[in-house]
Structures are given as structure tokens and as C-alpha cells.
């Protein structure tokens, strides 16, 4: 079945089963892979988009689900205040070791800050505690989202 | 960093600035514009990271290329885990080189043992924290070669004497500095010149180091934050197809009936590919061949180890541990000295199954063609994978290109060639390229495991509370025995008593030997820690008891034993000093000390927990005291102790892989739980500086911290932690 997605601002064409998650839409059917695959149960959130502003795991966002919704995924996330704040303070921090979930962390630190422009540690806590690092870079990412929200 | 440009302007920019520097010191720099997103309205920052091999007018030697453009490319040995390493060794050919950071672009080194095997592993294998350690000399002697060789040319075009002339940033200049060559410039003269032996040139005095010492900006960051970083699970080739797989759940079992029309009616879906081991649903995307795997609906035959469980693999190394096994080392007479000793103690303490659960998911892309075989994999051992294609495929092992990229966390999941060697069994039944992409639950349920390990400890302590005897027999499988068979030699394997065969404590009789015990239901590997992982947990848990029951205090106890070996006195006074150590803490409050020498480095933690009646554990925070000896990037090093504790930590809290009928009980992040940032202490660092020879790092903090914790356990309830995971049931007030 054919469906127009409006990822960052483009909207792109696919023919695909409607009950395909976005991730693998994104990944594999339009070669934009910014956005990671990393249990395909929102366990982990490495696949973390945003439909209209607000942070989904796209590994159980079927494609049928989307419909008008504006999908922005981290190549695009630069382009809003809090995204373009959080990537200079991840590198500003060093924030990456292997870097895999960074896509999804940022992805869900923008959505954070777009609605609580400066949150407290519970804030964060309840925010990022979807986001899975196996390096542990969790010290660093909470001091980046404080750093980028300038608290 | 991430300015908001379009793409036209950042050409034009760029051609400004090179105009601009070309009139300024003729310096050149030439970035590739490679990883970025055709997808992406707007350019980011070029990235360092470049992933097809870069030929250099200039390249003296395996690591270093320069072009008359003024490009500077350094090929790098060791794969980039998330360790640092691309930065790190960049920083050992930078300093002798002569360049900056940010004048130079990292490429992945081709499978070439001749040219970038790690000396200590004796292949190109990134593993045991060795990197640093391997390469400190020969990557200085490498950028040394190639500066004195661009000065040469230079001194030959000014007609001077060589050793007027100095380099900086990427430039020659003659004594007075009035003139001046950039390596772009000297590029093609310096490659006509004879190559000196890289042990007969000059390497710097480390105190006029200007780089190496410096908390310097990972080179591989920028592509990281903003979705261009390409790892082996991101390759894409024209014409490429998409697999999931599900493999025997129990290990030598086949598939027995597969509904293949079920899979194929699945929109998408191009090609069911059984190979007995493993099933394969070949798509035009992984939605589809997700889909169609389920629709598949496989059954197995469940062959020989379908009853094996946890109980059956423990009762079995209990029996074993009885036997006495390979000596790994036999001070004085240990049997004599328990016997006589004022006190005894016996204990058994036993360390779980765990998986690597890497970020990255397994994976590997694969053309495999009637004369070459192509494969795209983030690999910690690219030579070792090539050789084993070679083998399943027949081809020479030059017709195998290993493509290596950025690896989305190893822990020494990727030191394994079996994700590899899967993908290509199913490519020999695709036309043309393939990816096979491993769901979670593959990824969980067919690792290969950190072994399980039952320990028999006893220790003898004289009237004093001093110990005078101290035996280890350890249990469990031999990586080493499958992995590289020379060295596993007479039942000895010398990476399963790191850290308990060599002690940081003196005591005069001393005996720890080796039992292998291994199981056919389970395959075995390294994990990030290797041998210490296990070893310094049962180690230091153990000389706590002895604290203990000499009735001391554990640093004290610690101290005295460590006269004789001032490094390790040295971290572990400063990390009980951090931590201040002794100074009141609440009820069910506790602190707990560790140490080791692992990996070339000495390193103390000190936990600080809180256990609630319950028997629910916080740790509060990890204090950690490191002599690394001379270090190339502070930052990173902080890094990796943070990164590093959390990933031992998180195991000592909730890491256990079980078996049940052959079957692995756990699947996805649910059962199998990582440490999230709602629940991690902060780690402090605190790093000796000093002129030692260089230590490894990225795995020390991962095998020190669970005594620490334990220890704290014991301080705040008196309840002795033996086992791991920590099962908090038993932490109840």
C-alpha cells in the first residue's frame, strides 16, 4: 500500500504493508539511517523520531499509524533550537564513546527541552530513562542536556 | 558546531577558506565530504571518519597518508568500539607527526596482519585494553618516520641541512622561519626519499609531549551526533537485500519444518534461504523479512542438548572444582600453611552466564561473487574473519575484502567471526548482495557467553589475622582453548587466572590452579573485563572476608600487604582518601573497597551503598583512583572508567544469562536489564600521573567495581555477597 510520509520537512512516497514499523521505513526503504535499530520492542530506544513534536519509538510506530503527522528523525533534529543546543553540548561535553544510542538520546533529550526548557534531574530522569546506553555515557548525558538547557 | 547552512554556501565557504590558505602557509586541508546524508537539506561539519581506503602520494608506512593536496589520512590498526582509540592512536602518529587533530581524517586499516597486527596479541585483534599498549611505541615511530622524511625534503628543496629545520602543524619551516613548505607541498618529494628504519629515528622526551597528555576532541564525535555515522549495520550496496534470521534456539539443533509459501505470500519478501542452524527470510527491508520470519513459523529439532539447564552446568562444575587442576602458580607450600594456620576460611563463590548485548545489534552484509567476497561488519578481528571466509568459501584470502566500520559497541562480542560466517552460508543462496540483521532476541539468546565460574577459595591467617596461606581453584570454560588452540597449553589458559594468578598482595604461600569444565549446550567468549572480570570480584570479596575475620579494617588490612608494591598502595590510599573513607555514614549505609592490577594498570574503587530494609540496593556513588602510567587522553580515560564501572556494575546487578531445556531464557532488554540513567551513581576519577609505561584502560573499571559494591554490602548488613548477580531477596533487614 502507498503512503506520503513528511519526514523533516520532505514528503517521500513508499509502497509498503501498513503495519511495517517507521524504523525500517526509514532505514531501509529511504537509506536514512541517523535512526537506529536496537530491540524492536521500545525497550531501548535507539530509534527514537518525533510525529509532530513528540518522542516515539519508531521500531512500533507502524507506517499506517502516521498519517499527516510530521516525522522529524535526527538528521533534521539540528535544524530546531534544542537539537542544534544539545549536539554542540554533546560535543562541547564528549559526550559519544560507541555512539549507537546517541541518535535516540538526543532525540529524546529535544523533546525534553522543547517542553521543559529547564529540567530539574527528575525531569531528565523521567525523560531519558527510555534510552538504553550500554557504554554508559549516562553521566555525561545528563550533564550535556543541563549544559544545552543552561541549568 | 552544527551551523545551519546550506549546502551551496558551505562550498563556497570552503573555497574561500582554501583560497585563504593558500596564500597563508600553502597548509591544504583537505577533509573528504563522505557520510553525509543524501537524505539532509542542510551540511553538517565534514566527518574525520572516512570508510574506503585512502591511497597517499606520501605513505611511508601503513599508517600515514598525505596527498600534494595537503590531505592528511591516518589509517588506524584497532577498531573504534567507542574506546577512543581512533583519537587515541591518531594522537600517537599526530604528536611525532607533527599535525593537529583537526588537520587530519581517520580511515579504517584494511584486514593486514603484515601491517597492523597488536604486538601484545600478535594480530590485528583490538582486545585485552591493548591498544594503547601495543601501539605507544610504533605509532611514534611511525609519525616520526614520516616527519623526518617531509623535513628531508624540504632541507633537500632549501638546499640546507636537515637538522636546521623543524616542523609544526603540518608545515616545515628552515631555522630562521622565513621559509616555509606544507606536507601537501613536500608530499611527492618526501615519497622518492629512502625510508629510514623506523627504530633508528628520534622520538621526543614525553615532557615535550604537546598533544599526548591533552584532553583532545574524539574525532569520530560530530558524525555520532547528528545520524551520519555509518556503522556495519548501516551499510548499504546497490542492489542489497535485507535478512532476518532466526537460529536454533538450542545450540546443534536444525530446523524442521518451515512454511516458506507462508513467508513468500508476505509483500516484500523475495527468497526463504534453510540451512538447518538457522533460517533466513530474505526482503527488500527488514520490516518484510521480519514479517515474513514470523509468518515462516518455524519449528526445530531440538537434537542432543535439548535438557541441558543452568542446575545440570553448575552441578557438573561443582563436581569438577573438586579435582585439582593446571597450576598457575604454587608459592611455598599453601596445603602446609592452611594446616597449621590460626584460622581458616573456605568460601565458593560462583560469577553467572552473561551476553555482550551491544548497542549494535549483530550483523553483516555480504556479496559473495564466483571470485571475491565482500563483507561489510564492524569487526574487532578483521584478519581472523577474513581467514575463516576464506575457509567456508574456498576463495583465497585475498578475494576476501573485509569492509570494517565503526562498531556499535564490541565488549568483545566482536572479536567472534560467527555473525559473519552465518551471513555468508545464507549469501551463497542470494543473488547478490544481503544483509543479515539479527533481532534482539538473536542477539540475546545466541551470544556467546561470559563463562560461568565456580571458585573454591581457602585462606590461612596466623594469630595476627595476617594471611599465611591462600589457595583458588577456578572452574569454567577456556575461551582461550577454542579461540587460539597454541595457547592453551597443558589444561593451562593464562587469561582465566589474570588477576588471581598474579596478586597485588604479598603472602608467602600461595596456590591457584585451573580446572576446564565446558558444557556443549553452551559456546564461550570473551567479555568486556576478560579474565579480571571474573577473577578480581572473587579476588578482592575474598580478602574482604579476610579483613573480616582478622577483625580490620578492609584498607588497612589491604595496606599491610601491599609494602612492597608502591603503585598499588599509592591508588588505593588515594581512592580512600576521595572517598573519605572512615568518616560516618548512616545506618544500612556501608563503603567497600577493591583493587587490582590488571591490564598494565593499577586501579582502587571505593562503593558507597544504601540497602533498604527491603533488601533494594543503591549505590551511591563509586569513587576510583587509576596509574595507568603515561596517558595519551585524560578525557577519554575518564570516560571509560564512568562507561566502564556501569557496564560491571550493571552486571553485578542484574547480569544472568540461564538455560532451560538447551533454550536461553532471557530475550530482550525486559529480562535482560541494562543500568539506566535513573539509577547510575556518579563515578569520580582521580588519575595518577607519572612516567610508567603505558596501561590499558577500557576494561580495568569493569572488572573492579562489583567487589567494591559487594564489600559496601557487607558493610551496611553484614551479609556476605558470594554469588552474582546480587540477589537483593537476600539484603532483608
Given at each position: 500500500?502507498?503512503f506520503?510520509?513528511?519526514?523533516?520537512?520532505?514528503p517521500?512516497?513508499?509502497d509498503v504493508d501498513?503495519d511495517?514499523p517507521?524504523?525500517?521505513?526509514l532505514?531501509?526503504?529511504?537509506g536514512?539511517?541517523?535512526?537506529k535499530?536496537?530491540?524492536?520492542?521500545?525497550?531501548?530506544?535507539?530509534c527514537?523520531?518525533?510525529l509532530?513534536?513528540?518522542?516515539?519509538?519508531?521500531?512500533q510506530?507502524?507506517?499506517?499509524?502516521v498519517?499527516?503527522?510530521?516525522?522529524?528523525t535526527i538528521d533534521?533534529?539540528?535544524?530546531t533550537?534544542?537539537?542544534?543546543?544539545l549536539?554542540?553540548?554533546?560535543?562541547d561535553?564528549?559526550?559519544?564513546?560507541c555512539?549507537?544510542?546517541?541518535?535516540g538520546q538526543?532525540m529524546s533529550?529535544?523533546?525534553?527541552?522543547?517542553?521543559?526548557?529547564?529540567?530539574?534531574?527528575?525531569d531528565?530522569?523521567?525523560?531519558?530513562?527510555g534510552?538504553?546506553?550500554?557504554?554508559?555515557?549516562?553521566?555525561r548525558?545528563?550533564?550535556?542536556i543541563?549544559?544545552a538547557?543552561?541549568v | 558546531?552544527n551551523?545551519l547552512?546550506?549546502?551551496?554556501?558551505?562550498?563556497d565557504?570552503?573555497?574561500?577558506s582554501r583560497?585563504?590558505?593558500?596564500?597563508?602557509?600553502?597548509?591544504?586541508?583537505?577533509?573528504a565530504?563522505?557520510?553525509?546524508?543524501?537524505?539532509?537539506?542542510f551540511?553538517?561539519p565534514?566527518?574525520?571518519?572516512?570508510e574506503?581506503?585512502?591511497?597517499?602520494?606520501?605513505?611511508?608506512?601503513?599508517f600515514?597518508?598525505?596527498n600534494?593536496t595537503g590531505?592528511v589520512?591516518?589509517?588506524?590498526?584497532?577498531?573504534?568500539?567507542?574506546?577512543?582509540?581512533y583519537?587515541?592512536?591518531?594522537?600517537?602518529?599526530?604528536?611525532?607527526?607533527?599535525?593537529?587533530?583537526?588537520?587530519?581524517?581517520?580511515q579504517?586499516a584494511?584486514?593486514n596482519d603484515?601491517?597492523?597486527?597488536?604486538?601484545?596479541?600478535?594480530s590485528q585483534?583490538t582486545?585485552?585494553?591493548?591498544?594503547?599498549?601495543?601501539?605507544?611505541t610504533p605509532?611514534?615511530?611511525?609519525?616520526?618516520?614520516?616527519?623526518n622524511?617531509?623535513?628531508?625534503?624540504a632541507?633537500?628543496?632549501w638546499?640546507?641541512?636537515?637538522?636546521?629545520?623543524?616542523a609544526?602543524n603540518?608545515?616545515?619551516f628552515n631555522?630562521?622561519g622565513?621559509?616555509?613548505l606544507?606536507?601537501?607541498?613536500?608530499?611527492?618529494?618526501?615519497?622518492?626519499?629512502?625510508?629510514?628504519?623506523?627504530?633508528?629515528?628520534?622520538?621526543?622526551?614525553?615532557?615535550?609531549?604537546?598533544?599526548?597528555?591533552?584532553?583532545?576532541?574524539r574525532?569520530?564525535s560530530?558524525?555520532?551526533?547528528?545520524?551520519?555515522v555509518?556503522?556495519?549495520?548501516?551499510?548499504?550496496?546497490?542492489?542489497?537485500?535485507?535478512?532476518?534470521?532466526?537460529i536454533?534456539p538450542v545450540l546443534?539443533?536444525?530446523?524442521k519444518?518451515?512454511?516458506?509459501?507462508?513467508?513468500?505470500?508476505?509483500?516484500?519478501?523475495?527468497?526463504?534461504?534453510n540451512?538447518?542452524e538457522?533460517?533466513?527470510?530474505v526482503?527488500?527491508?527488514?520490516?518484510a523479512?521480519?514479517?515474513?520470519?514470523?509468518?515462516?513459523?518455524?519449528?526445530?529439532?531440538?537434537?542432543?542438548?535439548?535438557?541441558v539447564?543452568n542446575?545440570?552446568?553448575?552441578?557438573?562444575?561443582?563436581?569438577?572444582?573438586?579435582?585439582?587442576?593446571?597450576?598457575a602458580?604454587?608459592?611455598?607450600?599453601?596445603?602446609?600453611?592452611l594446616?597449621?594456620?590460626?584460622?581458616?576460611?573456605?568460601?565458593?563463590?560462583?560469577v553467572?552466564f552473561?551476553a555482550?548485548?551491544?548497542?549494535?545489534p549483530?550483523?553483516?552484509t555480504?556479496?559473495?561473487?564466483?571470485?571475491?567476497?565482500?563483507?561489510?561488519?564492524?569487526?574487532?578481528a578483521?584478519?581472523?574473519?577474513?581467514?575463516?571466509?576464506?575457509?567456508?568459501?574456498?576463495?583465497?584470502?585475498d578475494?576476501?575484502k573485509?569492509h570494517?566500520?565503526?562498531?556499535?559497541?564490541?565488549f568483545?562480542?566482536?572479536l567472534?567471526?560467527?555473525?559473519?560466517l552465518?551471513?555468508?552460508k545464507?549469501?551463497k543462496?542470494?543473488?547478490g548482495?544481503?544483509?543479515v540483521?539479527?533481532?534482539?532476541e538473536?542477539?540475546?539468546?545466541?551470544?556467546?557467553?561470559?563463562?560461568?565460574?565456580?571458585?573454591?577459595l581457602?585462606?590461612g591467617l596466623?594469630?595476627?589475622?595476617?594471611?599465611?596461606?591462600?589457595?583458588?581453584?577456578?572452574?569454567?570454560s577456556?575461551?582461550?582453548?577454542r579461540?587460539a588452540?597454541?595457547?592453551?597449553?597443558?589444561?593451562?589458559d593464562?587469561v582465566?587466572v589474570?588477576?588471581?594468578?598474579?596478586?597485588?598482595?604479598?603472602?608467602?604461600?600461595?596456590?591457584?590452579?585451573y580446572v576446564r569444565?565446558?558444557?556443549p549446550?553452551?559456546?564461550?567468549?570473551?567479555?568486556?573485563g576478560?579474565?579480571?572480570t571474573?577473577?578480581?570480584?572473587?579476588?578482592?570479596s575474598?580478602m574482604?572476608?579476610?579483613a573480616?575475620?582478622?577483625?580490620?579494617?578492609p584498607?588497612?588490612?589491604?595496606?599491610?600487604?601491599?609494602?612492597?608494591?608502591?603503585?598499588?598502595?599509592?591508588?588505593?590510599?588515594?581512592?580512600a582518601?576521595k572517598?573519605?573513607?572512615?568518616?560516618p555514614?548512616?545506618?544500612?549505609?556501608?563503603r567497600?573497597v577493591?583493587?587490582?592490577?590488571?591490564?598494565?594498570?593499577?586501579?582502587?574503587q571505593?562503593a558507597e551503598?544504601e540497602?533498604a530494609?527491603?533488601?533494594?540496593?543503591?549505590?551511591?556513588?563509586i569513587?576510583c583512583?587509576?596509574?595507568?602510567?603515561?596517558?595519551?587522553?585524560p578525557?577519554?580515560i575518564?570516560?571509560?572508567?564512568?562507561?566502564?564501572?556501569?557496564?560491571g556494575?550493571?552486571?553485578?546487578?542484574?547480569?544472568?544469562?540461564?538455560f532451560?531445556?538447551g533454550r536461553?531464557?532471557?530475550?530482550?532488554?525486559h529480562?535482560?536489564?541494562?543500568?539506566?540513567?535513573d539509577?547510575?551513581?556518579?563515578?569520580?576519577t582521580?588519575?595518577i600521573?607519572?612516567?610508567?609505561?603505558?596501561g590499558?584502560?577500557?576494561?580495568?573499571?569493569?572488572?573492579?567495581?562489583?567487589?567494591?559494591?559487594?564489600?559496601?554490602i557487607?558493610a551496611?548488613?553484614?551479609?556476605?555477597v558470594?554469588?552474582?548477580?546480587?540477589?537483593t531477596?537476600?539484603?532483608k533487614?
Amino acid at each position: 500500500m502507498a503512503f506520503t510520509l513528511k519526514i523533516n520537512g520532505t514528503p517521500h512516497e513508499v509502497d509498503v504493508d501498513g503495519d511495517i514499523p517507521v524504523l525500517w521505513v526509514l532505514r531501509d526503504v529511504l537509506g536514512m539511517t541517523g535512526t537506529k535499530f536496537g530491540c524492536g520492542q521500545a525497550l531501548c530506544g535507539a530509534c527514537t523520531v518525533h510525529l509532530d513534536g513528540q518522542p516515539v519509538r519508531s521500531c512500533q510506530t507502524p507506517v499506517d499509524s502516521v498519517g499527516d503527522s510530521a516525522i522529524t528523525t535526527i538528521d533534521a533534529i539540528g535544524q530546531t533550537p534544542e537539537g542544534a543546543a544539545l549536539q554542540k553540548a554533546w560535543l562541547d561535553l564528549e559526550v559519544v564513546q560507541c555512539g549507537y544510542c546517541q541518535s535516540g538520546q538526543i532525540m529524546s533529550a529535544a523533546a525534553l527541552l522543547k517542553d521543559t526548557p529547564k529540567p530539574t534531574d527528575d525531569d531528565i530522569d523521567a525523560a531519558m530513562s527510555g534510552n538504553v546506553c550500554r557504554c554508559g555515557t549516562y553521566q555525561r548525558i545528563r550533564a550535556a542536556i543541563k549544559h544545552a538547557a543552561g541549568v | 558546531m552544527n551551523r545551519l547552512i546550506p549546502r551551496e554556501q558551505i562550498a563556497d565557504e570552503a573555497a574561500v577558506s582554501r583560497r585563504a590558505f593558500l596564500q597563508g602557509t600553502g597548509l591544504l586541508l583537505g577533509f573528504a565530504l563522505t557520510g553525509a546524508s543524501t537524505e539532509s537539506v542542510f551540511a553538517a561539519p565534514a566527518s574525520r571518519v572516512v570508510e574506503n581506503e585512502v591511497t597517499g602520494t606520501f605513505a611511508p608506512n601503513g599508517f600515514i597518508r598525505i596527498n600534494p593536496t595537503g590531505a592528511v589520512t591516518l589509517v588506524i590498526p584497532m577498531a573504534e568500539m567507542g574506546q577512543g582509540v581512533y583519537t587515541s592512536l591518531s594522537m600517537l602518529l599526530a604528536e611525532e607527526l607533527e599535525v593537529r587533530l583537526d588537520q587530519i581524517q581517520v580511515q579504517h586499516a584494511p584486514a593486514n596482519d603484515a601491517l597492523y597486527a597488536n604486538s601484545i596479541l600478535q594480530s590485528q585483534i583490538t582486545g585485552l585494553s591493548s591498544s594503547i599498549r601495543a601501539f605507544w611505541t610504533p605509532l611514534r615511530q611511525a609519525g616520526a618516520v614520516g616527519r623526518n622524511l617531509l623535513i628531508a625534503a624540504a632541507a633537500n628543496r632549501w638546499d640546507v641541512d636537515p637538522a636546521t629545520c623543524h616542523a609544526k602543524n603540518g608545515v616545515v619551516f628552515n631555522a630562521s622561519g622565513s621559509k616555509h613548505l606544507s606536507y601537501g607541498e613536500l608530499a611527492e618529494a618526501a615519497a622518492e626519499l629512502p625510508l629510514p628504519p623506523a627504530a633508528d629515528v628520534k622520538l621526543k622526551d614525553p615532557k615535550d609531549f604537546t598533544l599526548i597528555g591533552t584532553p583532545a576532541k574524539r574525532v569520530d564525535s560530530s558524525i555520532k551526533v547528528d545520524g551520519r555515522v555509518r556503522y556495519g549495520i548501516d551499510a548499504r550496496v546497490p542492489g542489497m537485500k535485507v535478512a532476518a534470521i532466526a537460529i536454533s534456539p538450542v545450540l546443534g539443533g536444525k530446523a524442521k519444518t518451515v512454511d516458506e509459501d507462508a513467508a513468500l505470500a508476505v509483500k516484500g519478501v523475495r527468497q526463504v534461504v534453510n540451512i538447518d542452524e538457522a533460517v533466513a527470510v530474505v526482503a527488500d527491508h527488514m520490516g518484510a523479512a521480519k514479517k515474513g520470519l514470523e509468518a515462516a513459523a518455524i519449528t526445530w529439532d531440538d537434537g542432543p542438548n535439548a535438557k541441558v539447564s543452568n542446575a545440570d552446568i553448575v552441578k557438573q562444575l561443582e563436581e569438577e572444582s573438586k579435582k585439582a587442576g593446571a597450576v598457575a602458580r604454587n608459592d611455598g607450600d599453601a596445603r602446609k600453611a592452611l594446616a597449621e594456620a590460626a584460622q581458616r576460611l573456605d568460601a565458593i563463590y560462583q560469577v553467572p552466564f552473561l551476553a555482550h548485548v551491544t548497542m549494535e545489534p549483530m550483523n553483516c552484509t555480504v556479496h559473495l561473487q564466483k571470485d571475491r567476497c565482500d563483507i561489510w561488519v564492524g569487526t574487532q578481528a578483521p584478519t581472523r574473519t577474513q581467514s575463516m571466509v576464506a575457509e567456508l568459501t574456498g576463495l583465497p584470502k585475498d578475494a576476501i575484502k573485509i569492509h570494517n566500520h565503526l562498531i556499535g559497541g564490541g565488549f568483545g562480542r566482536r572479536l567472534e567471526a560467527d555473525g559473519t560466517l552465518l551471513a555468508v552460508k545464507i549469501a551463497k543462496h542470494v543473488d547478490g548482495p544481503v544483509k543479515v540483521i539479527w533481532s534482539r532476541e538473536e542477539d540475546i539468546q545466541h551470544d556467546m557467553y561470559r563463562p560461568y565460574n565456580l571458585d573454591r577459595l581457602s585462606a590461612g591467617l596466623d594469630a595476627s589475622g595476617k594471611p599465611v596461606a591462600w589457595t583458588h581453584r577456578i572452574a569454567g570454560s577456556s575461551v582461550m582453548a577454542r579461540y587460539a588452540p597454541p595457547l592453551f597449553k597443558d589444561g593451562y589458559d593464562f587469561v582465566v587466572v589474570e588477576s588471581a594468578a598474579e596478586l597485588p598482595y604479598a603472602m608467602p604461600n600461595i596456590h591457584v590452579d585451573y580446572v576446564r569444565v565446558e558444557s556443549p549446550a553452551v559456546q564461550t567468549a570473551f567479555w568486556r573485563g576478560v579474565g579480571a572480570t571474573r577473577n578480581v570480584f572473587v579476588v578482592e570479596s575474598f580478602m574482604d572476608e579476610l579483613a573480616h575475620a582478622a577483625k580490620q579494617d578492609p584498607v588497612a588490612y589491604r595496606k599491610a600487604l601491599l609494602g612492597h608494591n608502591p603503585r598499588a598502595l599509592a591508588v588505593l590510599s588515594l581512592a580512600a582518601e576521595k572517598a573519605g573513607w572512615g568518616s560516618p555514614l548512616l545506618a544500612r549505609h556501608g563503603r567497600g573497597v577493591s583493587m587490582q592490577f590488571a591490564f598494565g594498570s593499577y586501579m582502587s574503587q571505593v562503593a558507597e551503598v544504601e540497602v533498604a530494609d527491603d533488601g533494594s540496593l543503591k549505590v551511591k556513588r563509586i569513587v576510583c583512583a587509576v596509574d595507568c602510567g603515561m596517558y595519551v587522553n585524560p578525557d577519554t580515560i575518564e570516560a571509560q572508567i564512568q562507561g566502564g564501572t556501569l557496564f560491571g556494575l550493571t552486571a553485578a546487578l542484574y547480569g544472568s544469562i540461564t538455560f532451560k531445556d538447551g533454550r536461553v531464557e532471557q530475550s530482550n532488554f525486559h529480562d535482560y536489564l541494562p543500568m539506566r540513567i535513573d539509577e547510575v551513581p556518579v563515578v569520580e576519577t582521580h588519575l595518577i600521573k607519572n612516567a610508567e609505561a603505558p596501561g590499558g584502560i577500557g576494561e580495568a573499571p569493569t572488572s573492579i567495581v562489583s567487589p567494591a559494591v559487594t564489600n559496601a554490602i557487607f558493610a551496611a548488613t553484614g551479609k556476605r555477597v558470594r554469588s552474582l548477580p546480587i540477589d537483593t531477596d537476600l539484603l532483608k533487614s
